[in-house]
């Protein structure tokens, strides 16, 4: 699986959009991009996944650079409860022998009242 | 719908004793996972079951950790003899699918913190 990069940390005030980037610039043409949160004391959550065009859901929305070297996980209004590491995987989605996830550092998000 | 459930919540050993970790994956789900942390580090990938089958367990340390799924239901995972380097959090996922080319999301457990003294 591809490698990706995330900032350490990032802080948000409460009610206000997050943005949360991540670049992987060594992407392949079947790589999915998926993003998981781990709430403190918690295991990992799924939050979304894309490989091309934009997607959103209920949790967030996830916007994806035309080249896909980049994308950024986009929380509309942030709230104290998500305060996360939120973390960038790619997955191949054909083939390979098990889709497991390979977590990096992830971005730590505190969310300011 | 139930989660992915895991037991104990929290395990206290001494080095050199054996401990049995448990996991309940989502009713029906095919795939089990095994992940841990260690101290300071990342979440790495321990094996992949696909019901009672090892698909990949690449990521097992050393011989003195063993994982079972019989019947394909539920998970344990055995560590004899515990070293002090196996204290961390040890979580399980589970994924619906026979395949394993699926895009589905892994379900998470909350975990078990294990400390070895």
């Known amino acids: 699986d591809a490698k990706t990069t995330q900032p350490n940390s990032m802080e948000s005030n409460e009610e206000e959009p997050v943005h949360l980037p991540c670049n992987h610039s060594?992407?392949?043409?079947?790589?999915?991009i998926h993003w998981y949160r781990q709430l403190p004391s918690q295991g990992p959550e799924y939050v979304i996944h894309?490989?091309?065009s934009n997607v959103n859901n209920r949790m967030a929305s996830l916007a994806i650079a035309e080249d896909r070297k980049s994308s950024t996980l986009i929380l509309h209004r942030a709230t104290l409860r998500d305060a996360a590491v939120y973390y960038c995987i790619l997955r191949d989605g054909y083939g390979g022998a098990t889709n497991k996830l390979i977590f990096g550092t992830g971005t730590l998000l505190a969310v300011q009242p | 719908e139930a989660g992915v459930t895991q037991f104990p919540s929290h395990s206290v050993i001494e080095k050199g004793q054996t401990v049995t970790l448990r996991c309940d994956p989502i009713?029906?789900?095919?795939?089990l996972y095994w992940y841990r942390r260690v101290m300071g580090k990342e979440i790495k990938f321990l094996l992949h079951f696909v019901k009672e089958s090892k698909q990949d367990e690449s990521g097992m340390p050393n011989n003195r950790f063993l994982a079972e799924r019989t019947g394909g239901t539920y998970s344990t995972l055995k560590v004899q003899p515990a070293e002090l380097e196996d204290s961390g959090v040890y979580f399980c996922?589970?994924?619906?699918?026979?395949?394993?080319?699926?895009?589905?999301?892994?379900?998470f457990g909350d975990g078990t913190r294990l400390s070895i003294l």
């Open positions: 009713s029906g789900h095919d795939n």
């Open positions: 060594t992407i392949s043409g079947t790589d999915y």
């Open positions: 894309g490989l091309t």
């Open positions: 996922a589970s994924k619906p699918g026979q395949g394993t080319s699926s895009n589905q999301p892994q379900h």
